[in-house]
T-cell receptor
Framework: KAGVTQTPRYLIKTRGQQVTLSCSPI?????VSWYQQTPGQGLQFLFE???????NKGNFPGRFSGRQFSNSRSEMNVSTLELGDSALYLCASSLEGQGWNTGELFFGEGSRLTVL | AQKVTQAQTEISVVEKEDVTLDCVYETRDTTYYLFWYKQPPSGELVFLIR??????QNEISGRYSWNFQKSTSSFNFTITASQVVDSAVYFCALRSGANSKLTFGKGITLSVRP
């Protein structure tokens, strides 16, 4: 069974640019969450999608956005990149039904973004 | 508000030693879930265990064991007879109430020397 796949694994951007990261969840998983990991702030929740709807959102500026497609694949976008956006962006999927998330999250290896 | 505190930042042990990783959590909800994840150098977070707030029974899985104590709001993780392959960053996390997000602690870097 394939795990959570994130692309690209590494990327370098410059300030002011935008970036799109992709996440393919485990087959059958309908919930996808995104987390940002930095040395200073640790792991922080960005947002969660379930059945193409954003179900929860963390405390990040509007430059951070996401979406989920009908096949449960998800993308997140960061516009007007800042140096502080350099981080490991982790995607996680879980096998969920309706209602809130009680299951374990299965994480991908992440997309490491460097902003110069 | 939800909070997870992992007071230990780095631990170094010699192979075959036992090591305990501490986790203290805060939540006002009566229903919540606690997790431990392992992050090897590859970056992927590997799920280790989930425990809900109504189940205080301790759990053992091979060399791993977890001690959940609601009275002290702690969910500690012990590795018995540590091995070099246990070297990683370990995160404790909390999900509480109707909020679907995971709140992570800062993580503990465990180094097991041969």
């Amino acid at each position: 069974k394939a795990g959570v796949t994130q692309t690209p694994r590494y990327l370098i951007k410059t300030r002011g640019q935008q970036v799109t990261l992709s996440c393919s969840p485990i087959s059958g998983h309908r919930s996808v969450s995104w987390y940002q990991q930095t040395p200073g702030q640790g792991l922080q929740f960005l947002f969660e999608y379930f059945s193409e709807t954003q179900r929860n959102k963390g405390n990040f500026p509007g430059r951070f956005s996401g979406r989920q497609f009908s096949n449960s694949r998800s993308e997140m976008n960061v516009s007007t990149l800042e140096l502080g956006d350099s981080a490991l962006y982790l995607c996680a999927s879980s096998l969920e039904g309706q209602g809130w998330n009680t299951g374990e999250l299965f994480f991908g290896e992440g997309s490491r973004l460097t902003v110069l | 508000a939800q909070k997870v505190t992992q007071a230990q930042t780095e631990i170094s042990v010699v192979e075959k030693e036992d090591v305990t990783l501490d986790c203290v959590y805060e939540t006002r909800d009566t229903t919540y879930y606690l997790f431990w994840y392992k992050q090897p150098p590859s970056g992927e977070l590997v799920f280790l265990i989930r425990r809900n707030s109504f189940d205080e029974q301790n759990e053992i899985s091979g060399r791993y064991s977890w001690n959940f104590q609601k009275s002290t709001s702690s969910f500690n993780f012990t590795i018995t007879a540590s091995q070099v392959v246990d070297s990683a960053v370990y995160f404790c996390a909390l999900r509480s109430g109707a909020n679907s997000k995971l709140t992570f602690g800062k993580g503990i870097t465990l180094s097991v020397r041969p």
